[in-house]
């Protein structure tokens, strides 16, 4: 069993930032890549960041890329989204998710374990 715990959500005014952190336990963390989607109401979850096993390459979504940073911590099994100059658009409940292997995946069908999310509002 896979446990995934979002953290770091919260209310902040556009131009603002904030730091999502996912805690992962259960598997060998280190072994595969990790995932931040997010998901508005009536619309499908869309990709956002993944980083691959090393933590070495990236890849983002064209929303956010320049202001989002993902990494990874193996050694504390944790992965971070750095998220600044939020944007009201950016307006979503959050999850991180395990990848089914070690390269990058922007589609969902690529992870196979899901945190509960947590919720980032952005004021405009």
């Known amino acids: 069993q896979v446990n995934l715990i979002e953290s770091g959500g919260g209310l902040v005014q556009a131009g603002g930032s904030l730091r999502l952190s996912c805690a992962a336990s259960g598997s060998t963390f280190n072994a595969y890549a990790m995932g931040w989607f997010r998901q508005t109401p009536g619309k499908e979850r869309e990709f956002v960041a993944a980083v691959h096993w090393t933590g070495r390459e990236t890849d983002y979504a064209d929303a956010v890329k320049g202001r989002f940073t993902i990494s990874r911590d193996n050694a504390k099994n944790t992965l971070y989204l750095q998220m600044n100059n939020l944007k009201a658009e950016d307006t979503a409940v959050y999850y991180c998710?395990?990848?089914?292997?070690?390269?990058?995946?922007?589609?969902?069908?690529?992870?196979?374990?899901w945190g509960q999310g947590t919720q980032v509002t952005v004021s405009s």
């Open positions: 998710a395990r990848a089914r292997g070690i390269g990058l995946v922007q589609n969902s069908q690529g992870y196979a374990y």
